[in-house]
């Protein structure tokens, strides 16, 4: 996936398939389905900055590989109709709100996004998950059902989510919650609907989040806004 570089959060990202090598040790590429050779239709900066002190920053399009060896992975997402269990326009309470859907009048919310969530929640638990992808994950409209999450664990050196790869999100993409010294670093995110990375409280301390990139494929001004996220 390479990333869009228009100004103002226009354009929409490019996805390919890397078919080989070629002599000059050029990457071949194929369209996202493999059938043909893929052309790069759009323009993508790439330009020096001159940040003083002798020193140049390299503008350029992140660009991200998707693939890995295990995959966790479920069925396609699942639109349901949320259940009418709150008096008035109030938010549910958590207990309800991370059960199930829901309604809540106040956003007018109908339905909720349903597909998969991985968690360690409470003191004690460990979540150490690496070199993976995961993928229709999140569920939007339920409560701390994210692709990944971190909940109330407090501190746990073990806790470790590096190198994965994330895509087709909703709601998060990896969440961390009354946790304190986890280790999230070198995961790439595309297409996650809301947040990225998400520190619930601001009070989780001593997380090392490191050289993760995360992308957005849709064009802002596009149908999806983005990936801004309703409800």
């Given at each position: 996936m390479i990333?869009?570089?228009?100004?103002?959060?226009n354009?929409?990202?490019?996805?390919?398939?890397?078919?080989?090598f070629?002599?000059?040790?050029?990457?071949?590429?194929?369209?996202?389905?493999g059938?043909?050779?893929?052309i790069?239709d759009?323009?993508?900066?790439?330009?020096?900055k001159y940040?003083?002190n002798g020193m140049?920053?390299?503008?350029?399009?992140?660009?991200?590989n998707?693939?890995?060896?295990?995959?966790?992975t479920g069925?396609?997402?699942n639109?349901v109709?949320?259940?009418r269990?709150v008096?008035?326009?109030g938010?549910?309470?958590?207990?309800?709100h991370?059960?199930?859907?829901?309604?809540?009048?106040?956003i007018?919310?109908?339905?909720?996004?349903m597909?998969?969530?991985?968690v360690?929640a409470?003191?004690?638990?460990v979540?150490?998950?690496q070199?993976t992808?995961?993928?229709k994950?999140?569920?939007?409209?339920?409560l701390?059902?994210y692709c990944t999450?971190?909940?109330?664990i407090k501190?746990?050196t073990?806790?470790?989510?590096?190198?994965?790869a994330?895509?087709?999100?909703?709601?998060?993409g990896t969440?961390i919650h009354g946790t304190?010294?986890?280790t999230?670093e070198e995961?790439?995110?595309n297409?996650?609907?809301?947040a990225t990375?998400y520190?619930?409280d601001?009070?989780?301390?001593?997380n090392?989040i490191?050289?993760?990139?995360?992308?957005?494929?849709w064009?802002?001004?596009?149908?999806?806004?983005?990936?801004t996220i309703?409800?």
């Amino acid at each position: 996936m390479i990333a869009p570089t228009e100004s103002g959060s226009n354009g929409d990202a490019s996805a390919f398939v890397v078919g080989g090598f070629d002599t000059d040790n050029s990457i071949r590429l194929l369209n996202k389905f493999g059938t043909s050779t893929g052309i790069v239709d759009q323009l993508f900066r790439a330009e020096p900055k001159y940040t003083g002190n002798g020193m140049n920053a390299l503008m350029q399009a992140e660009v991200i590989n998707l693939s890995r060896n295990i995959i966790i992975t479920g069925d396609d997402f699942n639109h349901v109709d949320c259940q009418r269990d709150v008096i008035g326009n109030g938010q549910p309470p958590d207990a309800i709100h991370a059960d199930h859907c829901s309604c809540w009048g106040a956003i007018q919310r109908t339905k909720c996004t349903m597909g998969l969530h991985t968690v360690a929640a409470g003191e004690g638990a460990v979540l150490n998950i690496q070199y993976t992808r995961f993928e229709k994950c999140g569920q939007r409209g339920i409560l701390g059902k994210y692709c990944t999450h971190f909940h109330l664990i407090k501190n746990c050196t073990d806790c470790k989510i590096i190198g994965n790869a994330f895509e087709y999100g909703h709601h998060r993409g990896t969440t961390i919650h009354g946790t304190h010294l986890t280790t999230v670093e070198e995961n790439v995110y595309n297409d996650i609907r809301g947040a990225t990375i998400y520190i619930e409280d601001g009070n989780e301390m001593y997380n090392h989040i490191n050289y993760n990139v995360g992308i957005c494929p849709w064009a802002f001004e596009g149908v999806k806004r983005g990936c801004t996220i309703p409800g």
